[in-house]
């Protein structure tokens, strides 16, 4: 029997499936492709740090990763542009996990402000090869096999592909949070000695959910160079991929499910929506801030837990009207 | 008896500060022992010693006959001497009975950790169980962070348990609770212990370590010095001496000589 908590989840999916049916034109469809990628990159990056409190502004490590995977093994396996492209997109994923094992096992070690610092710092030395490399093509950009479909129609497989993504990692971050794993992240977030000494293997389990976050990052970045056929190094490792996704997470809720998912598909929609209607690349940068400082200012544990709390204390006030409120006290 | 848990000539230092000098200590099996002294005499160092969060610099720390020195916190714990801390750690937001279930794995592979849900039925009970028996089982699906500072030292030594450790480690268990709850928590321990706990208790009320403990194992400046039944530490000049030296709190003294 379905919960009213997971028919919620079955409406939301079918309203995702129906959108490119409403949404017919290609721009529209573009930001809604663009949207899941990021809402699934968020929810992903969640998984890890919301959970854990290990906040990595690294991310574009693995989505760039993710990006020339698919960019250069296209291209050296002569794979033709079609859809068999997208068997590559895992590829992209596993690849960036091989990428983040070796950086978490750096990165890890330390914690807080320094982990923050470690992590920008290590982003910028992909970033910085992926310019200066010779096989990614430099400044220059890569450009992935043609994919000759109809324009109209483009982004339609590609739509589909990113919502299974995004499907993928909301049920990988559900089910990581009602496991035995995802009880150690939370304990290790409120305190990670005291979460050691009660048995905890803090080590294996942080590299373990770095390196799963990595792989649903890695899948978009690749499926983000599908869809646009031609990756520059600035673009996928981007210093402003790294903060939109954290800041999607902590405007919805950091640390909750569903918090990333909503700050994901709220922004990453305006913010596309604003570039396409008024062709400025930077009005949303304003729309941002301004929503920015609202969140901080009144409600800096993001929109879900404000609700939540808002909607738990209007549940007290009914219940509690007429009662004399002597919550106080309690001995010790 | 035979000894359960012991440090043998324990040093360390942290800069030019010799926080522990040579120390010995042993604890019987079954037995309920208490290490005193004044602030900065090392014990919470030794505490850490014992349970791998400081490495020593020399010494040997024992469990059950194998050499445990330097082995990290968690194998520690699994092995089965847990501890809690001198200033409550618990996990602030995360709900109490979530907070029980961190501890029920013990050696578990950290991969199993992947595949299993948050709990068994049986260790639900068990977490359950234990709430109960430290009389906070109504708070369980509360934030623990909600918890007052006494609810919170009952939720640290429940959770302790809910691992079935030989031994415990208790840091001031008794250190900023009122009377009502410090006989209390006296009561839990002398209720474990006749179960078969083991219990190593650090504590500054002189009345509570008194009543409570087999043995006293009086620290001064980082080594042992004095260890013997509550009675022959109370009578023990060298122990007047130590705490007269160490501070100014006549109370203390006179709590050692007559309580």
Known sequence: ?332 | MSELLSANGVSKAFGGVQALDNCTLHVQKGSITGLIGPNGSGKTTLFNVMTGYVKPDSGAVTFEGNDITNARPNKVFAMGIGRTFQLTRIFARISVLENMLVATQRDESWLRGLTRSMSSTSELDAAMEWLDFVGIARLAQLPAGSLSYGQRKLLELAYVLVADPDVILLDEPAGGVNLTLINEIGEKIRTLNEAGKTFLIVEHNMEFVMSLCDSVTVMHQGSDLVTGTPSEVRSNPLVLDAYLGGSDDDDIIEEIAHG
């Open chain 1, 1 to 332: 029997m379905l919960r009213l908590r997971n028919l919620w989840w079955v409406a939301a999916l079918a309203v995702a499936l129906l959108v490119p049916q409403i949404l017919t034109n290609p721009a529209y469809r573009n930001i809604a492709v663009l949207t899941l990628i990021f809402t699934a990159c968020t929810t992903s990056w969640n998984m890890f740090s919301g959970y854990s409190g290990y906040v990595a502004l690294g991310a574009g490590a693995f989505y760039g990763t993710g990006a020339y995977t698919m960019a250069l093994l296209s291209k050296h396996l002569n794979v033709p542009g079609n859809g068999n492209m997208f068997w590559l997109v895992p590829v992209g994923g596993l690849a960036a996990v091989l990428v983040a094992i070796p950086v978490g096992l750096i990165a890890l070690r330390v914690r807080r402000h320094t982990f923050v610092v470690i992590t920008i710092a290590i982003f910028f030395v992909f970033q910085l090869s992926a310019i200066n490399a010779n096989f990614t093509g430099g400044t220059g950009g890569f450009t992935l096999p043609y994919i000759p479909w109809m324009i109209q129609d483009y982004q339609l497989p590609f739509y589909y592909v990113a919502l299974a993504i995004l499907v993928f990692a909301i049920a990988l971050s559900a089910s990581v949070r009602r496991s035995r794993f995802g009880l150690q992240l939370l304990a290790i977030r409120d305190d990670e000695d005291r979460a050691l000494g009660l048995g905890v293997k803090v080590f294996p389990v942080k590299l373990t959910g770095f390196a799963m976050s990595a792989f649903t990052i890695g899948m978009c970045g690749a499926l983000y160079a599908m869809l646009q056929g031609q990756i520059y190094p600035q673009f996928v490792f981007d210093p402003i991929f790294d903060i939109s996704i954290a800041l999607m997470a902590f405007f919805g809720g950091f640390g909750t499910l569903l918090g990333p998912i909503i700050g994901g598909l709220v922004l990453e929609s305006s913010q596309q929506y604003l570039t396409v209607t008024y062709s400025n690349g930077s009005l949303y940068l304003i729309l941002f801030g301004v929503l920015f400082l609202l969140v901080v200012l009144f409600m800096p544990q993001g929109i879900v837990v404000f609700t939540r709390e808002w909607w738990a204390k209007r549940q007290d006030r009914l219940a509690s009207t007429g009662e004399v409120a002597s919550v106080q006290g309690g001995n010790s």
